[in-house]
C-alpha cells in the first residue's frame, strides 16, 4: 500500500500545473500509517526565499491523534517542526522536517518530550490545494510511520 501511495504522489507531482503559492498560512490533515497510525491535524506558515525562490522555509504547529496505536498506548502528542525545502518544479517541492513534540498517555499520565525528523514531498493539485506524503522518525518512541495529508492554502498568488 505504501509503494502505491508513493506511485501516485509521484505521478501527481509530475502532473499538477498548479504553481506554489510565494507565501501564506495553511492548514491540513492527515493520516500516519506506520507503528503509531492515527489522524493528525497541522497549521503553519511558509514562503519562498527572496534571496532564492527556488528555496522554501515553513513553519509548522501540529495535534496527532495517536489513539490507533498498535506498539504504544499514546494519546496524543502536541508539537511545532521547522520545514525548509526546495522547489523542484514549480509546482512540487522535496522538504525536511525538524521539529520537537511531547507525546501524552491520558490513562497512565505519561509525557514524554523528543524530536521529530522527517522528509516529505509536497505537491500542488489545485489552486489553493496542495497534498503531501513524508516519512517521519520519532525520537523519543523510535517509531518510523508514513504520513499523507492534504493542505489548504490562504494566500494562493
Known amino acids: 500500500m505504501i509503494k502505491k501511495i508513493l506511485v501516485s504522489t509521484v505521478i501527481l507531482a509530475v502532473s499538477s500545473n498548479i504553481a506554489f503559492a510565494n507565501e501564506g498560512s495553511y492548514v491540513g490533515a492527515g493520516f500516519g500509517i506506520g507503528s503509531q497510525a492515527g489522524i493528525n491535524i497541522f497549521a503553519g506558515y511558509g514562503e519562498r526565499l527572496k534571496i532564492n525562490p527556488h528555496l522554501y522555509i515553513g513553519s509548522e504547529l501540529f495535534l496527532h491523534n495517536l489513539s490507533y496505536s ?34 501524552h498517555n491520558g490513562a497512565s499520565h505519561y509525557s514524554k518530550n523528543g524530536a521529530q525528523l522527517g522528509l516529505g514531498l509536497q505537491t500542488s493539485v489545485a489552486k489553493n490545494w496542495d497534498v503531501r506524503t513524508e516519512y517521519v522518525y520519532l525520537t523519543n518512541i523510535n517509531n518510523k510511520q508514513f504520513d499523507v495529508g492534504l493542505i489548504y492554502k490562504f494566500n494562493n498568488i
Open 70 to 103: 498498535r506498539v504504544h498506548n499514546i494519546n496524543h502528542a502536541i508539537g511545532a517542526s521547522l520545514i525548509p525545502g526546495v522547489l523542484l518544479t514549480p509546482f512540487t517541492m522535496v522538504y525536511t522536517r525538524v521539529g520537537i513534540e511531547r507525546l
